[in-house]
């Protein structure tokens, strides 16, 4: 009763939605939500698939139409775009959701990367399962996954997305990382203003010995990984400021200690 009950207000607004879909490619796409990765920095790096279904989607929901504009003119991808961020009004998001229940394929881009993961996106998933509608995962780039490949450390962590920009509230968010990264490795973005501050926080609680990784630029040109000491990477940030994007791995407190065997035994 609650499901038809829901179809029913979805279906007053399918019309509000259809106008959106304009694009008129041949479509062979499954009614749906796509979760569409998208490069985090080389163009080349998309998918095959991950084009095939920008260009084939009725509707391409973006953090930002301008970014998505680039890779769109690029892989000659002609389907129509609106925003989507973390302000999106619920209306919006049922008036998305209801399109696809009425048939249409919806894919969901962030600026780059994978969608969702520290972007915007959350709402419009939950409640396209919550209505019923296919999601579909379309795979491929991530920050997240990128630096910890390159780093060196353990294959198990933990994922903070941004850490605060409060002091107060960024030294608790890193005390509370601290007590669980024994065996673990802890992964966050971090703003090239706040990186060395964030550094010298990290420095106090882990300890100056602590292996750590900064990436930077992943993927562009001038993409460079810093692995060493926390430290080690302070003197570096201090002598010459960090530029660009940074994605921050601290290794576990006890690497240091562990053997190559151990790494994937951990619990």
């Known amino acids: 009763r609650y499901q038809n009950m829901l179809l029913g207000t979805s279906i007053k607004l399918r019309r509000g939605v259809r106008s959106l879909n304009t694009s008129a490619n041949v479509r062979n796409l499954h009614s749906g939500l796509y979760v569409v990765s998208t490069p985090i920095g080389n163009m080349d790096d998309i998918s095959p698939r991950a084009i095939k279904v920008l260009q084939e989607a009725n509707l391409l929901c973006c953090e930002d139409t301008r970014e998505t504009g680039k890779l769109s003119s690029k892989f000659g991808i002609n389907t129509k775009r609106i925003s989507f961020h973390d302000g999106t009004s619920s209306d919006k998001i049922r ?124 993927t562009k040109e001038y993409e460079e990984t810093f692995r060493g000491t926390v430290s080690a990477l302070i003197e570096r940030c201090t002598e010459q400021p960090i530029l660009g994007e940074c994605t921050v791995v601290i290794a576990p407190r006890n690497f240091g200690k562990m053997k190559i065997h151990d790494w994937n035994d951990q619990l």
Request: hydrophobic share 45%; charged share 25%; glycine share 6%.
């Open 95 to 218: 008036r998305i959701v209801d399109s696809i229940l009425s048939g249409d394929a919806v894919a969901l881009v962030s600026d780059a990367g994978t969608p969702v993961v520290s972007d915007p996106g959350n709402m419009l998933v939950a409640e396209a399962h919550e209505l019923g509608a296919t999601v579909y995962t379309v795979p491929g780039p991530s920050a997240v996954t990128a630096a910890l490949s390159i780093a060196g450390f353990n294959s198990k962590f933990i994922f903070e997305t941004f850490l605060p920009q409060h002091k107060t509230k960024r030294r608790r968010a890193l005390r509370e990382l601290y007590s669980i990264s024994e065996k673990r490795s802890v992964i966050f973005f971090e703003s090239k203003h706040r990186i060395l501050e964030t550094l010298q926080e990290i420095e106090k609680l882990w300890g100056p010995d602590n292996m750590i990784a900064l990436a930077r630029e992943l």
